[in-house]
């Protein structure tokens, strides 16, 4: 009987890990063709959340949770354009700093805007409440939220795999010169990445409005479970993220479901041994050196 | 204003610059003169440390809220002894931080005495730059029993509750309902020494009066996700399940109880006004305690909500109310001594006189641990469809103790509380 508890909590860290992704994916795939670590992920993240409730306040629940990421997806293509493509070849440390920066700003602008107080923000009555599959217990909400991450993770996948756009891409990943030499310009190919990188992140934001605290320091609070997870994973590596969102979620529920206390700090742990044995992640393909 | 004045000797005297010119050379006075009286010093330095970042951040916006509404209102009176109090908050951070900010206060920023705190485990440590200091610290918002017990100084006077009397008036009305006696009661406990503090007081309350506790969960002040908590509940199958968490928490897992819907009544030992809101109608259950809210009935109570709401055009929770109250008490302990002296405000607190706390009946720091003894409620959620606006899903008990009780009569008596000066 135990052991189908741990089963239950494993299961539920994999519904959790499906959401870390969200996050994560969109910082590892803005690392792999830019070379920029994006610490303003969660500012898009905590972004989506607050238009997602404005939007709902007119619209409902369901067209806030599609219109937010297009919106936060087109603020994307201004970020990518006058603030993060000069950054690509800068010294690494320039663009930690410029995005650190970027993610303080908004959260500032978040607080000035709606407030300090956090929003209450509620989901449809039809989707609150559980479902009980054999002997496991599931949000249904959280069902929902697991569908929507699997078809966003396949889409991603087919789009990187599958089409000429990705071909490019991973391309570009590999070789940036190659692909100049070719006569393709990368630069409309970042400004596509970036805007699906924070749309995701803002998908995240809406998602998780009804279910956690829309407040302003939220992005604060996701970007460093998403870094962990993607340095986990190893950097750029996009089966890696996979991996490593739902390893961070495993992780944590069996952690709670022995030791609570450790709950929040399993992640850190797992990252501390994950980096021990495996310092390029693991997946990662190489080891990516700041210099 | 540098820049206002190189602006001004380079730019060309067209028309138009010149209406720009003069107003940025306007605004660049408007903002110098403070400057200035500030040099003077003849302001009464407040230094006020809360919680603006962090889990207990969006509480700390309501308590600044508040003690801003308090100084305004002293200032436009007059101010104390003719002085004008210049309320100057800062962002306590954490513990550390908390301590070095108090620290510069007194130094550098000349602060006569320090106010404020949410967060126990920073109040703690800027009780000992108080006590190292020798100068008063009016500790405003932050609960856990040990800070008025076992970490007591004199330099010290705390404005809440104690962890002791939300569990005591919280345990009355988890009593009438049945809750209690001969139940199972699991626990959630914010990983923290109001948590800790918190759980001791619940957990006692629980086995005096008959219950059990049979789990008790420590949790993560960052914790966003409750869910793996939420398995361990339904297995273990309590009668109630009992909160003993701290800011956004409670709102997480409130939230997120609504969202898996299980069938357990939760009751809480600390929920504050703002945390029931921000969790939206709906989503929330059960019986809480609070300190205030802003239907108390009485000419003070309107009086400050309607003053909140026009300045802010918000209906203020029970951290704005307690920055409020706790800012005119000060006002009204330096005018009564004519002093800003430590020593002097100690001697006027101790003497017990009674503070107007906006209540049906007044307070007074009890001298031997200079704790507040105040009313306190509890609150339930009324149903949807019985309130209009979205402040007011919230039914209030009458104050606790009753109008023929002592007013100490939930708190820690002497031979619980270790406190010695």
Redesign the interface.
Known sequence: MHLL?LL??VV??L??GGYYLLIALGLSLIFSVGGVVNLAHGAFYALGAYLSLEVAKYLGFGPAVVISPVAVGMLGILFERFILRRFYTADPILSLLVTFGLAMVVEQLIRIVW?????????P?AL???VILGDF?F?R??LLLLAIVAVVLTGVWLLLNKTSFGRVVRAGIQRPDMVAALGIRLQPYMTAIVVLGVAMAALGGALFA????V???MGA?IITVAFVVVVIGGLGSFWGVVLAALLVGVV??IT??YL??A???SMYVLMFVVLLLRPRGLLGERIEKFE | MTNEEKKGTGAPRSGGRRKVLQAGAASALALGFPAIVHARSDKIRIGHLTPRTGFLGALGGWAVLGIRLAAEEINAAGGVMGRQLDVFSEDSVNPAIAATKAQRMLDRDHAEVLMGEINSASAKTIMQVAKRNKRLYMQIGARSDALRGAFCNRYTFHVDIPVTVMVNAEGQGLMREGLIKGKRVYALTSDYLFGHDLAKAAKKFVTTHGGTVIGDELIATDATDFSPYLLKIRQAKPDLIATNLGGNQVTNFVKQYAEFGLPYPVAGFNLNTADAWAAGPGNLGGIWPTVWHHHVDTPGTRAFVAAFRKKYDKTPENHAWIEYVSLHVMARAMSETKSTDTEKLIAYFEKEPRFDLLKTRKGYFRNWDHQMMQEAYTFTVKKPGTYKEAWDFLQFSPPIPGPDQPLDLLAPTKAENPCTF
């Open positions: 508890f239950e909590q539920n860290g519904v959790l407030g300090a107080a956090p929003l209450p923000a509620s989901m009555q609150k409440g559980s217990l949000s909400y959280r009804p279910i956690a605290l407040h302003p320091a609070e944590r529920g709670i479901n609570p206390a709950g929040e700090a």
